[in-house]
């Protein structure tokens, strides 16, 4: 169990990717729609013909996108949060959505950041590339302030990013080091993901390539989120206002109880009934497999597998309207 690196976080990195990249580009397209300005929906942006919009009309579509984007991931975000402070000790409700936050927590984790750093990402390339860059050359405004833009955008997703270098710390087993959660929760899934998603999004031009390598470099500041969080198996002290964490050990049946502020709760996975003790082995190691967060289901692959097809659909530039 003290093995981290799995398949799952990387599959979720980027299926989350992809999924928040289709929303974005699909916003663009929607924004058009609705003011019936000729389009064409790619993989990668969104073809409109200048001259078939008005001034007013390409600044809703431009910014539709960025901010659709954030607006799906400060839902994912804040429903990652409700659902992480649900403590074991608490009514029934609560244990359900926490062993929903144990296969879901992941995946509304990756949406949230990715959904919030769209928004980010394009702030901070106002003065360079991107839907506010152009949103900028529209209105022509200066250069200075352009730049102002860009460094808050810059600072805001730095800070971001370590934020999520802590929520990744969680996800990591107790007794796992530092380094190992690192190269686990961060290193394989973002050099491992972002190289699956330059596959999954060819062809793509050479700067968009740049584009996407480049923003893999601002999980240098969640390593350093990893780094500051605490101890490599945290405990709950009594009266402390935080949750324990979830992933703070992965029992076998028979192993669900632990000491969290003085009173002794389930975890993750119920005491087993007497009769559910004789099912032999192969039960506890189904059981096993099931509670464990970082373990791959098919439900995972069957997302990344629709969100591919739909990537490779929209790659041909079938979807518009004329």
Known sequence: MDNVVTLRPVVIFVAAYTIILILHESAHAAAAYVFKVPFVLYHLYVRIDPAARTLDQGAIIGVSGPLFCLAVGLVCWLAYRTTRKMRPGWPRPARRMQALHSRAGLWLLYLGWFGIATL??????????????????????????????????????????????????????????????????????????TALALLVYLPMPFPFAVGRIGESFFWIFATVGIASARGSSPTVREGASEPPPLLSRWERPGEGAKLAGGHVTSVLVPQPSPAGRGLGEGRSIATESSNNPLRLSWADVAILLVAIGVVRIMATGVIHVS
């Open 120 to 193: 980010l990402g394009n702030l901070m390339s106002t003065a360079f590339v991107g839907d506010f860059s152009a949103l900028s050359q529209m209105f022509d405004v200066p250069m200075p302030v352009r730049y102002v833009v860009t460094l808050f955008g810059a600072l805001s997703l730095c800070a971001f990013a370590f934020l999520m270098g802590k929520e990744l710390r969680n996800w990591a087993p107790a007794g796992v080091s530092r380094v190992k959660a690192l190269i686990g929760m961060i290193a394989v899934p973002v050099i491992a993901g």
